[in-house]
């Protein structure tokens, strides 16, 4: 498959992105500090798939968020908030007899060690997903199927739901999947590595970062992490704060990577590496769902693969300045201008607050 999805036969009503995952309602804390000392925590939404979706929409694509909640308050407010960013909802199940998921957070960056989460998930209405209540055939026409490894940590059941969702079948829209390696969701740890590899080798379009991959598999470098997923028609590394680089085509690219799996990756004419931003960041948090949302806005706009990646770097820069993990996006204009920018200027630019504006001004160096 192309790293272009197909049009369905009616593209003008269907959902360009369909996003299947469990969104929680998430609790965010009023001040830095250990959880046990946080005083109080306002309400917010959280979900991998579901933020995908809202930041699709922000940007003026027609998606579609399709989960299980419970017939509950939480439930209510989830598809109530994720609907108001013009996300369509009608693929929502509620479930009477299991809850909607919360989560807890502390306000530091989820790679520290002083990041504390605290799930209330277990036994959600979404971890009762399974291929008999929501099976393919029932899923909105699409470009692009989004999944996330988080589902398949959820339960049996959600994991052979995406199995089912993956499969090869005539008509298949482009499977978007995103890593997503989350070690304190899996009861089995040890199962979780094979799973996710297994899940992205299945897939059209792969978001994996550096570190999780090197966590789950042991491979270091976007070099070795291609040799590792050579399935993929277009596989993204983000690296950080070095960028992302995108393996376009299922060409051998062995040889290519020192020792460390660093070597000049960009020598092959499939492998493209764009710079990250530089940004002042407020919330190291949904970045990395913003990255993905941007860079599919650009794919389904068949736009040239720096610019994508550029659209997910930008896309990311406005979720990291402000202190959600949602957030309106630039104006197509304005980050189609920004993405337009030669290397030299692309380089000089700093995001701050409040970037997104159209009448900000944006910083350069």
């Excluded at 009023?30 to 809202?54: K, M, T, Y």
């Excluded at 299991?98 to 530091?108: D, E, K, M, Q």
């Excluded at 339960?155 to 089912?164: E, G, K, Q, R, T």
């Excluded at 104006?331 to 290397?343: G, I, K, P, V, W």
Aim: with cysteine.
């Amino acid at each position: 498959m192309s790293g272009t999805p197909a049009r369905t036969a009616d593209a003008a009503t269907a959902a360009e992105v369909v996003c299947l995952g469990e969104s929680m309602v998430t609790f965010l804390p009023s001040q830095p500090g250990r959880l046990a000392d946080v005083p109080s925590f306002g309400r917010g939404i959280g979900g991998a798939e579901s933020n995908v979706a809202c930041a699709l929409a922000a940007a003026g694509h027609r998606a579609a968020w399709v989960s299980r909640v419970g017939a509950d308050g939480f439930g209510d407010h989830l598809v109530e908030a994720i609907a108001g960013y013009g996300v369509d909802t009608s693929g929502v199940r509620r479930d009477p007899s299991r809850p909607t998921g919360i989560y807890f957070r502390t306000a530091t960056d989820r790679a520290t060690d002083v990041h504390e989460v605290a799930y209330y998930r277990a036994g959600s209405a979404a971890s009762a997903m399974s291929p008999d209540n929501i099976p393919y055939a029932t899923l909105p026409a699409t470009r692009v199927l989004h999944l996330s490894g988080i589902t398949a940590a959820l339960s049996a059941d959600c994991l052979a739901l995406l199995h089912d969702l993956t499969a090869p079948r005539p008509g298949r829209p482009l499977i978007s999947f995103d890593v997503n390696h989350r070690p304190g969701l899996w009861r089995d740890a040890d199962a979780s590595p094979e799973v996710l590899l297994d899940l992205a080798r299945r897939s059209d379009l792969v978001f994996v970062g550096e570190d999780e991959a090197e966590e789950a598999w042991g491979v270091t470098g976007a070099a070795a992490i291609r040799a590792a997923l050579p399935e993929p028609a277009t596989l993204v590394v983000k690296r950080g704060a070095e960028g992302a680089t995108v393996f376009s085509g299922t060409g051998d690219v062995s040889g290519t990577a020192d020792t460390q799996g660093t070597a000049d990756i960009q020598d092959a004419a499939d492998i493209t590496t764009v710079p990250a931003l530089r940004v002042d960041v407020v919330a190291p948090v949904g970045a990395g769902d913003a990255f993905a949302a941007g860079f599919l806005s650009a794919t389904l706009r068949d736009l040239p693969v720096r610019d994508r990646v550029r659209h997910g770097h930008l896309m990311a820069a406005a979720v990291l300045t402000v202190p959600g993990d949602l957030t309106a996006p630039p104006a197509r204009a304005h980050a189609d201008s920004l993405a337009a920018l030669d290397d030299e200027a692309w380089g000089r630019l700093r995001l701050g607050p409040g970037w997104t504006g159209d009448d900000q001004e944006v910083r350069t160096t």
